[in-house]
RNA sequence: GCUCGGAUGGUGGAAUUGGUAGACACGUUGGACUUAAAAUCCAAUGACCAUUGCGGUCGUGCGGGUUCAAGUCCCGCUCCGAGUACCA
């Protein structure tokens, strides 16, 4: 049989390689710049929209272009999608593999702030440098998709599918957004008595001739408690340092994600979207998506859904009634007092003239606290009661309503009933103020704490709820609720609305001007709706966002364009929003865009709609599940609702690569000294570790101390005391960053190493999914990896590649290499590949195996992992087109199959007789030769075979 | 507190469905080549005992269990990481 049986691509090949340009070593800097310019004016990975093949579109997170350019942590996601990408060309798919920048951002503003530098600017440089360092990898990008969200031409997009969710409200009945228009035709047909749907609980209730007889302004406000981006008078997160609201998910541990600064509550007319209709189809959707448990885990809780029951309680003397959402209906006769927030709209209303100062100057103390205190003071009970009474629902009796901070106004309707004998809070609240707890679990003590187990315990002094367990006394109150109309099962979220207004310049402007209080949407053919230049990027001195500095900043109605300010006194002619839109909303529907990136007309044609549909695969981080990741399935649902992306779910396979960590490098001040001493002598002194530049260290942790001279002045004057005439640093792993000096530069690498090399490492280095620490002394396994491969193909100056028909024992070899290989990037194992390429290519070069119908598939094998270093062989060999388009290998596994002739038996570890088989024998087959042997299967039990066990040629068991 | 991960040699990690634990790589030690160095190649490398050859015992955070067989499955803990939190 010959090599081209096996191989059919092999016979296209033309078989005169030209010696002439052979390269000796194997000359990465040269071969990788060759590559790159190859690859960048063939356009060799630019995908069609029109094509035969099937499709495969796989995305990566597009990256803000931060100033300090990319560490080898960054491009760790974007290796792993690029081997996807290449393996699925390599199998005939139609690959759209696109990259961008989410380039609107803080940074770049602040940086303008303080150098008067316009972002944009500070923007371009730093795309121009990630460009630089992303082509030096090797990545398979279709560039000419490439989006930035900072350019008019992308956010003409953004602001239109602001537009759209500024027309559209969220239909109950129909369960998906429907444009305004309709709503205005139903409001004019019937009112809005029967229209469900998600709205400001402030919403009036009116009829279809109240409807007629409103003017336009009351009619505008009324829409906007309908509408999926609306305008309304908020409680926000209010930043002081960074001049901006923040969302929820900016704020980390009550400080701002960005700077660390401290935040506050602040009430604001604000833009948010109304991303809570969508919680529980936000829900729902994650039970189909393929993304780790932990993420779709950390999406469950941050929606948060409950169930329970809302009840209304009447207020003692007060016409109002005080709603509560609880989990717990069913421990409604253990009530003893009510508490609400101390924001709560009821506080002012009810409280009585006794208690008047003391719930003022509580509420007063509360406004006060920053996020962070209140989160400090969490174990702190306070409160104060408001000296107003609730009726029970079903006793009647009186309740008393406190106030108190541990209950959250975002949450719920901000007010709960107490159950001190149910609730832990509730009880310690309750033990604090001396209030009385009254016990309804029959048989539990309460004494030390609240029981809050639901289950196996019956409800007692609960009237007819009494001998209940949790599950019936559930049922049985909520309906008792529904029939005396003070309450309704109920279902709450957690997920707030998004604020969508941002105090910023570096932002996508709203495309909104305003007539008095009403907003006015820009039409489409005006967009997009470009960013000002401002001599300023702080906000103005009366304190509007920095828009606010722009010379042209209004709307002229008649002209239909942006004016100058000192028109705008002009009849027709209306202010501008100010507020620019958060950092989400750019990236909240890029992955779209990427499908027609250059189309001036349409945000996307349907045509391209409809052949890339979806993301196939998306890589990035776990750090976006709470922001990016929710958001932009918002949009995708809201798009869908109206018909512009045809799936609900615009990425069903999503996996998150881990953090690439920083192994930071320590020297040891002896206190209050200028000594330093080496790690290993330290212990019986007192010592401060003190980090110094991880590049000043090799790989035996030794230190460099004239190049540590060199770096900072202050090791100028210094004493270092060594152990064996060397310092040794200490380490410690953390995040990869700037100033902890552990920063490791993946063009360095590039430049000792070469590219591939670096690749192929960050693969090894551990399960892609996984944090790990860098650790530059690894990398020369794999560095000689390659060389060695290099060498089966040239070795002192001979090209050692022959025609020759290839051993069974390197046939196997490849056999096995191509089944791992496949198997393992199907499951996404790159570590395991890169040794199972480093294992044959040992094997190889012990059987001296330089066969072309052995090298030429393993090549294409190794080609997503280290695409310049195949690409200049496989040119070597003779090829003149491009191996990215080569069919990958397929396994033969009768090339690896051996049949062994004699095996010993053991049963139960011991062995008891030898008997001859083929492995490829059935179990009814084997079962004879036993018999054959004169054993019968009684004395192996008596069963039925179902199971051999062969380790090593051996059978070590026979499971029944 | 709750939710989700994780724990394997000196180090990173492998073991896909329960089937020779430690593949592969780094590091270390010894050797070959060399005037020397670099590069390259070879050998050893979980621990302990025996090393005169075979070899033997223990070993995947801890304690139990299931199984002919457990890193893998079950029960109970310890520690580490991530997310989230007065969420009613």
């Not at 009324?222 to 704020?251: H, K, M």
């Amino acid at each position: 049989m010959s090599a081209g049986n096996f191989f059919p691509f092999l016979n296209k090949r033309i078989f005169e390689h030209s010696k002439k340009q052979a390269l000796m070593d194997y000359d990465f800097l040269q071969i990788e710049k060759k590559w790159q310019d190859i690859w960048s004016t063939k356009k060799t990975f630019k995908a069609d929209n029109l094509s035969d093949k099937p499709k495969y579109y796989i995305l990566d997170m597009f990256p803000y272009p931060s100033g300090a350019g990319l560490h080898v942590g960054h491009p760790l996601g974007y290796i792993g999608s690029d081997i996807i990408a290449r393996f699925k060309r390599h199998l005939g798919f139609n690959v759209l593999h696109p990259q961008g920048y989410d380039s609107f951002g803080l940074p770049a503003e602040q940086y303008a702030i303080q150098t008067g530098q316009h972002p944009s600017k500070t923007t371009t440089t730093n795309i121009n440098r990630y460009r630089q360092q992303l082509d030096r990898m090797g990545f398979s990008f279709d560039w000419d998709r490439e989006v930035r969200t900072s350019e008019p031409n992308y956010y003409k997009w953004t602001q239109w599918i602001f537009l759209k969710l500024f027309d559209s409200y969220y239909d109950i009945e129909a369960d998906k957004a429907v444009p305004v228009s309709e709503l205005i035709l139903r409001f004019k047909k019937e009112g809005n008595i029967n229209v469900q749907a998600y709205c400001d609980k402030d919403t009036p209730v009116f009829s279809a001739l109240e409807w007629n007889t409103f003017n336009h302004e009351k009619q505008q406000k009324i829409l906007l408690f309908y509408r999926l981006t609306y305008l309304s008078e908020t409680q926000v997160n209010w930043c002081p340092a960074l001049g901006t609201v923040l969302a929820n998910d900016e704020i980390v541990n009550g400080v701002s994600e960005r700077g660390g600064y401290a935040v506050t509550k602040k009430r604001m007319r604000q833009w948010s979207m109304r991303i809570s209709a969508y919680a529980n189809r936000l829900l729902l959707g994650l039970d189909e998506l393929d993304w780790s448990d932990s993420l779709k885990e950390m999406q469950r809780n941050w929606i948060g859904k409950s169930t329970g029951a809302s009840i209304y309680f009447e207020v003692e003397n007060h016409p109002e009634k005080l709603e509560v959402f609880t989990t717990r209906p069913d421990t409604i006769f253990g009530v003893t007092y009510m508490t609400l927030a101390p924001e709560h709209e009821l506080v002012s209303k009810i409280t009585n003239t006794e208690q008047q100062k003391a719930v003022s100057d509580y509420i007063a103390l509360v406004a006060q606290k920053s996020d962070r205190d209140r989160q400090a003071d969490a174990k702190l009970i306070s409160g104060v009661f408001t000296g107003a009474h609730a009726l029970h629902p079903f006793t009647g009796e009186p309740i008393p309503i406190w106030i108190g901070e541990y209950v959250l106004a975002s949450y719920g309707t901000g007010a709960v009933m107490a159950v001190p004998c149910g609730d832990q809070r509730d009880f310690d609240f309750a033990t604090h103020f001396r209030l009385p707890i009254v016990n309804i679990f029959d048989g539990v003590d309460i004494s030390e704490g609240a029981f809050t187990d639901k289950g196996r315990v019956k409800l007692m002094n609960s009237d007819f709820l009494n001998g209940l367990d949790y599950k019936a006394a559930l049922d049985r109150v909520i309906s008792a609720l529904e029939s005396k109309n003070s309450g309704k099962g109920a279902v709450n979220f957690r997920l707030r609305d998004a604020i969508f207004s941002r105090q910023r310049y570096w932002g996508e402007p709203i495309p909104i001007y305003f007539k008095g209080d009403i907003p006015i949407p820009l039409k489409e053919e005006h967009l997009p709706l470009e960013l000002p230049r401002v001599e300023k990027y702080l906000p103005t001195e009366e304190g509007m966002p920095p828009l606010g500095n722009a010379k042209i900043w209004a709307w002229d109605e008649i002209n239909e364009e942006v004016v100058s300010n000192d028109r705008i006194d002009q009849q027709f002619v209306f202010p501008l929003e100010l507020n620019t839109m958060p950092g989400w909303a750019g990236s909240s529907w890029y992955f779209n865009r990427y499908m027609d990136a250059q189309n001036q007309k349409e945000w996307v044609a349907p045509k391209a709609m409809k052949y890339w549909r979806e993301v196939d695969f998306y890589m990035g981080g776990s750090e976006h599940a709470t922001g990016h990741l929710l958001y932009s399935r918002f949009w995708q649902k809201v798009l869908f609702d109206l018909g512009y992306v045809r799936t609900e779910e615009y990425a069903k396979k999503l996996v998150n690569q881990g953090m690439i960590l920083g192994n930071s490098a320590f020297v040891y001040r002896k206190k209050g000294t200028q000594t330093y001493l080496s790690k290993g002598i330290i212990t019986e002194h007192e010592v401060e570790p003190i980090r110094v530049d991880v590049s000043l260290v090799n790989t035996h942790d030794e230190l460099n101390l004239e190049g540590l001279k060199n770096w900072q002045k202050d090791f100028q004057n210094a004493e270092f005391v060594l152990e064996n005439g060397k310092y040794i640093v200490g380490r410690e792993v953390e995040k990869m960053s700037k100033s902890k000096y552990n920063v490791v530069n993946p063009d360095e690498i590039c430049d000792t190493y070469g590219a591939d090399t670096l690749r192929i490492y960050e693969m090894f280095l551990g399960p892609i999914q996984q944090d790990k620490p860098w650790n530059t002394a690894g990398i020369s396994g794999v560095h000689n990896f390659l060389k060695k491969l290099w060498r089966l193909f040239y070795q002192k100056d001979q090209w050692l590649v022959n025609d020759e028909v290839p051993s069974p024992e390197s046939l196997k070899i490849l056999h096995q290499v191509i089944k791992k290989i496949n198997d393992d990037i199907e499951r996404l194992s790159f570590n395991t590949c890169v040794s199972t390429f480093m294992i044959g290519v040992n094997e190889l070069t012990a059987l001296k195996c330089s066969n072309r119908a052995i090298l030429e598939p393993l090549l294409i094998l190794l080609s997503p992992f280290a695409p310049h270093f195949c690409e200049e062989l496989w040119q070597q060999l003779g090829y003149t087109e491009s191996i990215e388009f080569e069919p990958f290998p397929v396994f033969d596994p009768s090339m690896v199959q051996e049949t062994i002739k004699e095996y010993p038996v053991s049963f139960n570890g011991k062995m008891r007789f030898t008997i001859k088989l083929s492995l490829d024998m059935s179990v009814e087959e084997i079962k004879e030769a036993i018999m054959r042997e004169q054993r019968t299967l009684d004395q192996i039990d008596g069963a039925t075979t179902k199971k051999i066990i062969v380790i090593h040629g051996k059978i070590i068991n026979i499971v029944f």
